[in-house]
């Protein structure tokens, strides 16, 4: 019995072994694969657009005097995309 419990055992640490990039891809995926360049344009896209709607959301009611220079300067590069 304990021969065969062993025997598992090693089968199951081989068998994870040979199949280690499936399994790591399973349950640790790479979050920045892009695989193609309209991927990339889009994920890039996505990310502008989240900052700037973290400026646009930080001017608040007061506008863009809520806004520090370095957020200006930023905002108005993001724009400018």
């Not at 199949?19 to 892009?34: A, G, T, Y």
Request: charged letters at 40%; zero cysteines; aromatic letters at 8%.
């Amino acid at each position: 019995m304990s021969e065969l419990l062993i025997l598992g055992i090693i089968v199951a640490i081989v068998l994870a072994f040979f199949n280690r990039d499936r399994i790591k891809n399973r349950f640790f995926p790479d979050e920045k694969r892009n695989y193609t360049i309209d991927d990339q344009f889009n994920s890039d896209k996505r990310e502008r657009e989240k900052e700037i709607d973290r400026l646009l959301s930080k001017m608040g009611k007061n506008g863009v005097n809520d806004l520090s220079a370095k957020d200006r300067k930023r905002l108005d590069e993001l724009s400018k995309k």
